[in-house]
């Protein structure tokens, strides 16, 4: 069992949010807070195992609480749902220890995903974060030496897939310009991050941005 404590100013998206998660058999919501210094008392006394962080509230905003909890207990994850998609939010959660950040209009069949990947470690970032993410922060030059083995092994379709991931481009995105499925694409995906012992997606962004020329002229 996930043991989720939800953090937000707003009791109504509170209640939504216990309703949809509490659907799932293996997800149970322990706790419920209005802003982050509150929830740093009830991680103190429940010890959750991933806490649904809003970015915005009174008292203690969610980037605080983030780096809060993080400085106090490490092993906790936080995963951040808000309505702000700003690259200072972005930004800020994810350097201060955030696993994750999602819009609210996220599907709740996807939220659990992600409350289940995070739980286990793996970074889970919403449609269009990633492209926030790359043209924010500095990443490696690209290499203009030979690519290593495990880059140059994957298929032709996956060296595809995988150019499309370090611009940013969502699976929905990928399946559309490459005429398959979503499906399809996770499969890609599962099989490039496997092939290059990469932990998640983000992971393979960054890089795949650093080999960007290589991957272009694949095609």
């Given at each position: ?76 994850k936080v995963l951040v749902l808000t309505t702000f998609d700003d690259d200072e939010y972005v930004t800020a959660a994810l350097q201060n220890g955030a696993m ?11 939220l659990a995903v992600a409350v289940r990947a995070v739980y286990r470690g793996y970074t889970q970032l919403g449609p269009g974060i990633v492209k926030k993410l ?86």
């Amino acid at each position: 069992m996930i043991n989720v404590l939800l953090v937000d100013d707003q009791n109504l998206i509170r209640q939504g949010l216990k309703a949809l998660l509490e659907l799932e058999a293996d997800l149970e919501i322990v706790g419920e807070a209005e802003n982050g210094e509150t929830a740093i008392r009830l991680i103190e006394q429940l010890h959750p195992d991933v806490v649904l962080m809003d970015i915005r509230m009174p008292v203690m905003d969610g980037v605080a609480a983030t780096r809060e909890i993080q400085r106090r207990f490490s092993d906790i994850k936080v995963l951040v749902l808000t309505t702000f998609d700003d690259d200072e939010y972005v930004t800020a959660a994810l350097q201060n220890g955030a696993m994750g950040y999602l819009l609210k209009d996220t599907p709740s069949e996807e939220l659990a995903v992600a409350v289940r990947a995070v739980y286990r470690g793996y970074t889970q970032l919403g449609p269009g974060i990633v492209k926030k993410l790359l043209s924010h922060f500095s990443y490696p030059a690209q290499h203009h030496s030979p690519p290593p083995p495990s880059l140059t092994e994957l298929t032709p379709r996956e060296k595809e897939v995988l150019r499309l991931i370090a611009i940013g481009a969502t699976n929905k995105e990928i399946a559309q310009q490459l005429y398959i499925s979503e499906g399809t694409v996770k499969n890609h995906v599962t099989n490039i991050l496997n092939r290059l012992n990469l932990r998640d997606r983000t992971q393979a962004a960054i890089f795949a941005h650093s080999y960007l020329s290589y991957l272009s002229n694949c095609n």
